[in-house]
């Protein structure tokens, strides 16, 4: 009760504190006035964390001791009413008695005096409620918190215990409940003290919206899922589970992946390093060390390749290939990489990121099937995509896209003439549905006409663009642009050009604000504005000055901006880390083109607020850039990150 008071009285002084820096009654916390309100509680950075950082950090202290009193009033109230329930004796032989009470699980005998004083008891508690499906009542809670002390290292060490905290990650459907009810009573970071060091870990930017230890135990909740009753649009990556022999060095992977935070910059090589430490802990295996660590130093590895490079190069496979070793290994990661992104908020796993990981998983997976097996496997995944797609050709008939095919021998013959003008990436890329789709567009498209189609999907808040064109200098430049002056913001792209000279992409656009676009009257506005501007007859010059030409608010973090000439055989690979705007896209498209360089390749991607942009670049004869460009040409776009998107 004195460290809830205590709690208590400190958030009083934060909700004062606000009334001072808002001058007016503000009880809201938000995120803009964090740094604000810890200078003036007389917060000051510390080593690798910012003020901002060292406050919230306390301020989940405070809150957490609050609510576990709050709870213990609350289960206290409803102690009687459960007495009058029919409770159940559990007898352990080897470990202490347990009563059932409904869905809880309690103390045989009450306080916390009489609570066995063995560590591993209380690791035996956390594997019987997981194992009954019960939950720890707040008897046991407390009690493991005040035998806290007793955790030494030893016992961090100690054979048996290390057995049961196995154990707890070897029953996949039941992992994340068992964590958060040890991590709840503090013995989690207590017996992983590598865990406890990120337990209530803020970071100050616009990316991060989770503390590590909550976003963590939300990914794991994410894989518990995948592994026995998947989310929609997650079904498939269950079937990665059936590669998986021991579950355990995945869910420990997971735990730790982001242990290196809160140490300075390359936080994955840090956590490796911590993963290392953890297993030796633990007894585990040279296998499955190797397992963990790599789960932990390459858990960006796969959303980084899938988002930000041309997976049409086999040698982004073949990277990912060497990485990971072996299948399992690479479904282990696969996996990973799926829960961890899921697991930053809602709306950053979009369909786009999991087409794009499992294509590179597609890929890698071929890679270890060898020469002769991949192409097999390869075209008979492409001949599954024909039949999908013909099958949807034969069913759309929508206004604006065109009359879909007479026959079966026509849908066909459409399919075959697409695809033979694509590179051989694009079917094994996108969904049968938006190939149908772009079909159909090609075919009104066909004389030279831009056509332009949408396919709102409100379930993910985002719609898709579908444009047919003839490709020219500075396409994707007129497209950002026009795009931005309609207020429409882009979250991705996907461009591909046809032998025939045709453009046909794919755009993941939303409103301002974040949401989808489905109303038909703005969705025929959009359209043909676009198709104007691209055939001519509306002044591009004059629709781009429509763009609002507000200052740009000052950003956290200051964009990162690289070029690269080892990525690709053919191309200099621009890669741009900046916080979003609308037009962001356009800016960039824009100052490259007037810098007389072709776009080959983009790929575009939005989380939160942060953009992370892709440009595969060639000069205007063809050819990777020189090195002596690359000063001028990072400082204009530097330039054009922080001036309005005008023309």
């Not at 100050?204 to 026995?228: C, G, M, N």
């Not at 990661?333 to 294509?359: F, I, Q, R, S």
């Not at 959009?526 to 002044?539: A, D, R, T, Y």
């Not at 800016?587 to 083109?593: D, E, H, R």
Request: hydrophobic share 40%; charged share 25%; glycine share 8%.
């Amino acid at each position: 009760w004195d460290r809830a008071t205590r709690g208590y009285d400190w958030i009083l002084r934060v909700r004062n504190e606000l009334h001072y820096v808002t001058d007016r009654r503000a009880d809201q916390l938000t995120f803009a006035l964090q740094p604000e309100v810890a200078r003036g509680l007389k917060y000051v950075p510390q080593k690798h964390q910012l003020a901002s950082e060292v406050f919230m950090r306390q301020y989940f202290l405070h809150a957490e001791n609050v609510h576990q009193a709050m709870r213990q009033v609350v289960a206290a109230a409803h102690l009687e009413k459960g007495r009058r329930r029919r409770q159940v004796l559990l007898e352990f032989p080897d470990g202490p008695h347990l009563i059932r009470t409904g869905s809880e699980l309690r103390l045989g005998v009450s306080g916390s005096d009489r609570f066995p004083s063995s560590p591993l008891d209380m690791m035996r508690v956390y594997n019987q409620a997981q194992k009954l499906r019960l939950r720890p009542g707040e008897d046991i809670q407390n009690a493991v918190r005040s035998h806290l002390p007793l955790i030494s290292r030893s016992w961090q060490r100690d054979s048996e215990m290390n057995r049961g905290f196995l154990k707890l990650l070897r029953r996949p459907g039941r992992v994340a409940v068992a964590l958060r009810d040890m991590h709840s009573s503090g013995m989690l970071g207590k017996y992983l003290p590598e865990f406890g060091h990120v337990t209530r870990l803020m970071q100050y930017d616009y990316y991060h919206r989770y503390t590590t230890d909550e976003h963590t135990l939300h990914a794991i909740e994410l894989l518990d899922e995948i592994w026995t009753n998947p989310p929609a649009g997650m079904e498939r990556y269950r079937d990665l589970t059936y590669h998986i022999t021991d579950p355990a060095p995945l869910f420990l992977g997971l735990l730790l992946h982001d242990t290196g935070k809160g140490l300075g910059g390359g936080h994955s090589k840090k956590g490796a390093q911590r993963a290392q430490a953890v297993c030796e802990r633990l007894g585990l295996g040279p296998d499955k060390r190797r397992q963990v660590e790599l789960l932990v130093r390459y858990h960006l590895l796969l959303s980084h390749l899938s988002q930000r490079r041309d997976l049409s190069d086999r040698r982004v496979a073949q990277q990912a290939a060497e990485i990971t070793g072996d299948l399992e290994s690479l479904s282990m990661l696969t996996l990973l990489t799926c829960a961890d992104t899921a697991a930053v908020g809602p709306g950053v796993w979009t369909e786009w990121k999991n087409v794009l990981l499992w294509e590179l998983y597609e890929k890698v997976h071929l890679e270890f099937l060898g020469l002769e097996a991949a192409t097999a496997q390869e075209e008979e995944r492409l001949a599954q995509v024909r039949n999908e797609v013909q099958q949807r050709l034969l069913e759309l008939n929508e206004p604006g896209l065109g009359e879909p095919p007479a026959s079966v021998a026509a849908a066909r013959s459409w399919i075959e003439g697409h695809l033979g003008l694509l590179p051989r990436r694009y079917p094994l890329g996108a969904s049968p549905e938006l190939i149908a789709r772009q079909i159909l567009l090609s075919r009104r498209s066909a004389q030279g006409t831009p056509a332009v189609a949408f396919l709102p999907v409100p379930e993910e808040g985002y719609t898709v663009l579908l444009l047919c064109c003839p490709d020219t200098r500075g396409l994707f430049a007129k497209m950002a642009g026009t795009l931005a002056s309609l207020d429409v913001n882009i979250l991705g792209a996907r461009l591909d050009t046809r032998k025939d000279g045709m453009a046909v992409d794919m755009f993941w656009i939303s409103t301002a604000r974040g949401d989808v676009i489905d109303d038909p009257v703005r969705l025929r506005r959009i359209g043909s504005m676009l198709e104007g501007v691209l055939q001519g007859s509306k002044s591009f010059d004059e629709v781009v000055a429509r763009i609002d030409a507000r200052p740009l608010a000052p950003a956290l973090k200051n964009p990162h901006l690289s070029l690269n000439n080892e990525i690709s055989d053919n191309c200099t690979v621009l890669e741009i880390l900046a916080e979003d705007r609308l037009g962001l896209a356009y800016s960039m498209a824009n100052c490259l083109t007037r810098l007389g360089l072709n776009i080959v390749f983009a790929k575009l991607s939005t989380e939160k607020t942060m953009a992370f942009d892709v440009f595969y670049l060639t000069e205007e004869s063809g050819g990777k850039l020189p090195e002596e460009r690359w000063p001028d040409v990072l400082s204009q776009l530097e330039q054009a990150l922080h001036m309005p998107a005008r023309t």
